[in-house]
């Protein structure tokens, strides 16, 4: 049987977990609005190339999404740790990034990477307070892009993709009031 305090720490664990998962969607669909979401107001960011405040890191993270024709962040091994209302999680993935020309290295190319987060919960709310974005290598895709073999669905970076078609129709707004 499940103690009480082992329950809150799976719970906490997947919610933690729910807050990377939520970052990747939003880098990856371009909705900066979610990835905003997923700091507290005064959380911090280390990535290769910016160190600072989150909303600088979505000033200067936007324009360069916006450079490829899209990216897909894959998450694997996810670890937690938590003492009461703060965590250390890290959580490995792989992202794949690609764009025009094919030919571009920095267009195309799959990185490695972990995400080192000091998380707390404010007001019942889980996110990250500061991330460390660990590359651990790069690998050039130059010229292995090819076209998809048929007509199908296909990822989009604006409220026509299919999740968020989805979402409406399967999960429409609850009423407020």
Not at 64 to 93: C, K, P, Q, W
Not at 103 to 132: C, K, L, Q
Request: proline share 6%; aromatic share 10%.
């Amino acid at each position: 049987m499940t103690e009480p305090g082992e329950l809150r720490i799976l719970l906490d664990k997947q919610a933690i977990r729910e807050v990377v998962m939520r970052y990747c969607r939003g880098i990856d669909r371009l909705d900066f609005d979610l990835v905003r979401s997923v700091y507290h107001a005064d959380g911090v960011d280390h990535h290769t190339g910016f160190d600072g405040p989150v909303d600088d890191y979505l000033a200067w993270v936007a324009p360069l999404l916006r450079l490829f024709g899209g990216t897909t962040h894959i998450v694997g091994n996810h670890l937690s740790e938590i003492r009461g209302d703060v965590a250390v999680a890290e959580t490995y993935g792989t992202a794949v990034h690609w764009g025009d020309p094919p030919s571009d290295p920095r267009r195309n190319f799959t990185t490695g990477f972990r995400y080192v987060d000091h998380m707390a919960r404010r007001d019942g709310r889980w996110a990250i307070v500061e991330r460390f974005a660990v590359r651990e290598w790069t690998h050039s895709d130059v010229d292995t892009r090819i076209e998809p073999e048929a007509k199908g669905p296909r990822g989009r970076r604006d409220g026509l993709d299919p999740v968020f078609e989805l979402r409406r129709r399967v999960l429409p707004e609850e009423p407020t009031g």
